[in-house]
């Protein structure tokens, strides 16, 4: 099994930046593929940012530019850093670990809010 644990959430005004963690533990030999993902009030779980073992990313239209996905595999973290946060950031955000296309893990999320 995996597990995962974010931390790095809170409140920030528009414009800032936050700098989320994931770190890593157990079978984390089967993880490949790892990510973001976020759930704001009322709408459905969205993909953010994800990235490969060997160092790939994909981001969603609406946060490239502003946010960098990286992972550090020696810590089994992975990171998500997010610049210029807009009100519309404001979610609950999830790491998650795939091997291959498959969901193996998912964090307990972290909230990030930004207002003013």
């Known amino acids: 099994q995996v597990q995962l644990v974010e931390s790095g959430g809170g409140l920030v005004q528009p414009g800032g930046s936050l700098r989320l963690s994931c770190a890593a533990s157990?079978?984390?030999?089967?993880?490949?593929?790892m990510g973001w993902y976020r759930q704001a009030p009322g709408k459905q779980r969205e993909l953010v940012a994800t990235?490969?073992?060997?160092?790939?990313?994909n981001y969603a239209d609406s946060v490239k530019g502003r946010f960098t996905i990286s992972r550090d595999n020696a810590k089994n973290t992975v990171y998500l850093q997010m610049n210029s946060l807009k009100p519309e950031d404001t979610a609950v955000y999830y790491c998650?670990?795939?091997?291959?296309?498959?969901?193996?893990?998912w964090g307990q999320g972290t909230q990030v809010t930004v207002s003013s």
């Open positions: 998650n670990a795939k091997k291959g296309i498959y969901s193996i893990a």
């Open positions: 157990g079978s984390i030999s089967s993880i490949n593929n």
């Open positions: 990235i490969t073992i060997g160092g790939a990313t």
